[in-house]
Nanobody
């Protein structure tokens, strides 16, 4: 059974940084994608960043490109999201997700496995 557990969320001021972690078990990141998604109150869930197992390619949503970095540590079974230059509009619940399928548009895909989420709040 796949388990994904996020941590690292919190409250920061605009311009600050946070690093989210997602510890996973019951899953081998050898195919498909892992990624980060977020959902703000009253808004639909959106893809933030994904990383492909086979190639290590990273894909970012336009609003976070250049500010966020996704990375993965196979030895630690952990996925990270380094978030810099945070803005109030980054405020959301952030979810880690994993799926061993290939997606043509992974940021828009409905991943199979999800964590419980970690809250990020950015104040102005």
């Amino acid at each position: 059974q796949v388990q994904l557990v996020e941590s690292g969320g919190g409250s920061v001021q605009a311009g600050g940084s946070l690093r989210l972690s997602c510890a996973y078990s019951g899953y081998t990141f050898s195919h498909g994608f892992m990624g980060w998604f977020r959902q703000a109150p009253g808004k639909e869930r959106e893809g933030v960043a994904v990383i492909q197992a086979a190639s290590g390619s990273e894909i970012y949503a336009a609003p976070v490109k250049g500010r966020f970095t996704i990375s993965q540590d196979n030895a630690q079974n952990t996925l990270y999201l380094q978030m810099n230059s945070l803005k109030p509009e980054d405020t959301a619940m952030y979810y880690c997700a994993a799926d061993d399928r290939y997606f043509l548009r992974p940021l828009q895909a409905n991943f199979r496995d999800w964590g419980q989420g970690t809250q990020v709040t950015v104040s102005s």
